[in-house]
């Protein structure tokens, strides 16, 4: 079993739709968790990332962590077809080396 | 803004080829790292430095070597380049851990088809 999984999608949604990424993930040791977008033919950018457990919010964007199910999201809002893109979940405990356990990465497609 | 500008954004090789990826990150950040991307199979991380002249194996090592002369500069080398090999190569750095989020910052990658 992989230590974090994301379904991979392809997700196809229409503008201003709610999407809804998610990833779980098994060792109870992470406290960072990320977002980072990454479009086509471009190396991934972090996009949001939270410490523990709860919410954080930037614009459009929602992320939430729950730790007790060992569960994370990201909420994009009014989806605009610029969204479209690969969004990868990535964790890390405290203490650590800097290494970032990646999830698979979920493509987004929003029609126009 | 933190700049991770990796040598060659696409390469065509041949088998049994010595391949050289360059990095240079432009922050001082003391970890670097190399991962290949794969449609399927997601971010894989290679190799990883913690330090000028330090390196550890990441998940998928075999068939690759990396060198770190200096702190700002990290090269991926593969030294008899295979079809396998063919792939996205991403180069990244982050600040040392231990109170920071571990934020990894990207290059452009580097497409490398090996013939």
């Known amino acids: 079993q992989k230590e974090v999984e994301q379904d991979p999608g392809p997700l196809s949604v229409p503008e201003g739709a709610i999407v809804s990424l998610n990833c779980t993930y098994s060792n109870s040791a992470f406290q960072y968790f990320m977002w980072y977008r990454q479009y086509s033919r471009k190396g991934p950018e972090l996009l949001m990332y939270?410490?523990?457990?709860g919410n954080k919010e930037d614009g459009r964007f929602t992320a939430q962590v729950d730790k007790s199910s060992k569960y994370i999201s990201l909420f994009i809002r009014d989806s605009q077809p610029s969204d479209s893109a690969t969004y990868l979940c990535?964790?890390?405990?405290?203490?650590?080396?800097?290494?970032?356990?990646f999830g698979q990465g979920t493509t987004l497609q929003v029609k126009p | 803004d933190v700049k991770v500008t990796q040598s060659s954004r696409y390469l065509v090789k041949r088998t049994g080829e010595k391949v050289f990826l360059e990095c240079v990150q432009d922050m001082d950040h003391e970890n670097m790292f190399w991962y290949r991307q794969d449609p399927g199979l997601g971010l894989r991380l290679i190799y990883f430095?913690?330090?000028?002249?330090?390196?550890e194996k990441g998940d998928i090592p075999e068939g690759y070597s990396v060198s770190r002369e200096k702190k700002e500069r990290f090269s991926l080398i593969l030294e008899s380049a295979s079809t396998n090999q063919t792939s996205m190569y991403l180069c990244?750095?982050?600040?040392?851990?231990?109170?920071?989020?571990?934020?990894?910052?990207f290059g452009e990658g580097s497409r490398l088809t090996v013939l």
């Open positions: 939270t410490y523990s457990s």
């Open positions: 430095s913690y330090d000028v002249k330090m390196k």
């Open positions: 990535a964790m890390i405990g405290s203490g650590n080396t800097g290494k970032l356990i």
């Open positions: 990244a750095s982050s600040i040392l851990a231990g109170g920071g989020t571990g934020e990894l910052f």
